[in-house]
């Protein structure tokens, strides 16, 4: 039997997520429709991959680009200000059922204030790396789990 990874089952029904959007530099809570074309539009990717992490001992899922890269702006950062997502990212619940597949779920209130309360609006001061200099809505305090992405 096929690991399916994430369950699709609920494709198509509108989540509420946390959005980080650092092109625009917008961030907040966003609804938008479980389908792959939405979430590579809201992160502005061809490719994205969805990980794993915790704030404030919550486990969410993160949807991001697959292809980020050093020139892309910072989102998320850990407890030491090291760099873990760059580019747009939305944040969501997940639930496992019975099989022990996940399926992505809009996030509760308490939850959505949890990732308001640990995100903060930052200078980042580029100049070691592509130089630039910037202003930034940036998730603190996010550790990745079981994850291919180095911290």
Do not use: W
């Not at 404030?56 to 991001?64: L, P, R």
């Not at 619940?93 to 022990?100: H, K, Q, S, T």
């Not at 204030?113 to 980042?124: H, K, P, S």
């Not at 100049?127 to 930034?136: D, L, P, R, T, V």
């Amino acid at each position: 039997m096929v690991n399916v990874g994430i369950s699709m089952t609920n494709i198509g029904q509108y989540l509420k997520g946390f959005y980080l959007n650092v092109a625009d530099e917008e961030m907040g809570e966003i609804e938008f429709p479980n389908t792959l074309r939405d979430m590579k539009s809201l992160t502005k990717a061809k490719c994205i991959d969805i990980g794993d992490i915790i704030v404030q001992g919550i486990h969410f899922k993160t949807i991001y680009s697959a292809t980020a890269n050093d020139n892309m702006r910072i989102s998320a950062v850990n407890n030491d200000g090291k760099c873990i997502y760059r580019g747009n990212v939305l944040v969501i619940g997940f639930d496992v059922d019975a099989n022990g597949t996940e399926i992505l779920r809009s996030l509760t209130d308490m939850e959505m204030y949890v990732l308001m309360a640990n995100t903060g609006l930052m200078f980042i001061d580029g100049k070691s790396s592509n130089g630039e200099q910037y202003n930034a809505y940036v998730l603190c305090n996010v550790k990745l789990l079981n994850s291919s992405k180095k911290e």
